[in-house]
């Protein structure tokens, strides 16, 4: 007689092989220019500092940091031809901001880039600014080079959080892990971590130097609040054993 064996389930172990770091807010830190460039961008549509309609719509930027800008405009302004008008003029206002020395490292970001790296972790920034912004922010910090990716809303078909593109083309086009269990995904706001929660990562780590609370973090899906990014290296190490 012949038994056959039902194969037994075997333990998967996830060790993180990819991490996808959100940039203003978590590793870059921007003084407060968000709410500097919408006010330019406000004015060149009508809406003064000031005005009950400034406050509703600063509260609303306020409320969606992370997400897309071109997203939250079309939801402030209505149809596209203001949206964009107004993105332009953000985009071009936190560009002058930037070139003009006003934001830095997270303390202690850079060095935890560079420890994931040498430990063999692929390291992806991203971004709910367009491009042209990304990439001032990049020339400004002198973060060129520094990872192998850096992804914007238009590098992954338009879409920014709380959609999971941005994370799913960083697992896409560097291929660094067999699965999105492997993924570590870091920010500061509640659309980082609903973005992480939808792409299935692993590690889903909310940091408290940006615009979100712990509350609202652990809301949203965060499986690890850290004080900044700085305490990631060693979180992955816990993580990984």
């Not at 509703?56 to 997203?71: C, F, H, P, Q």
């Not at 063999?120 to 400004?140: E, N, P, S």
């Not at 593109?165 to 560097?174: C, K, W």
Request: hydrophobic share 45%; charged share 20%.
């Amino acid at each position: 007689m012949v038994r056959e064996l039902q194969p037994q389930p075997q333990k998967e172990e996830h060790r993180i092989g990819l991490v996808v770091l959100d940039m203003a807010g978590t590793t870059v830190a921007d003084g407060g220019l968000v709410e500097q460039a919408f006010s330019a961008a406000a004015r060149e549509l009508g809406v003064e500092p000031g005005t009950p309609d400034h406050a509703a719509k600063l509260e609303y930027v306020r409320a969606t940091m992370g997400e897309s800008k071109i997203s939250v405009f079309r939801h402030l302004f209505g149809d596209e031809t203001r949206a964009r008008r107004a993105n332009t003029a953000f985009e071009e206002a936190y560009g002058d901001l930037v070139h003009g020395g006003r934001i830095a490292p997270i303390p202690g970001a850079r060095e935890a880039i560079e420890q994931l790296k040498s430990a063999g972790t692929t390291v992806v920034l991203t971004t709910g600014f367009a491009r042209v912004t990304q990439d001032a922010i990049l020339d400004a910090l002198g973060w060129r080079g520094l990872v192998e990716l850096t992804l914007c809303p238009a590098d992954a078909g338009g879409r920014g959080r709380p959609y999971p593109d941005m994370v799913l083309s960083a697992f896409l086009r560097t291929g660094a892990v067999a699965g999105v269990q492997e993924i570590a995904v870091v920010g500061d706001t509640a659309y980082d971590m609903r973005s992480g929660v939808r792409a299935g990562a692993g590690v889903v780590a909310g940091v408290l130097t940006g615009a979100h609370g712990e509350a609202e973090l652990t809301r949203h899906g965060a499986t690890h609040v850290l004080a900044s990014v700085a305490g990631l290296p060693a979180l992955l190490d816990r993580v990984g054993t």
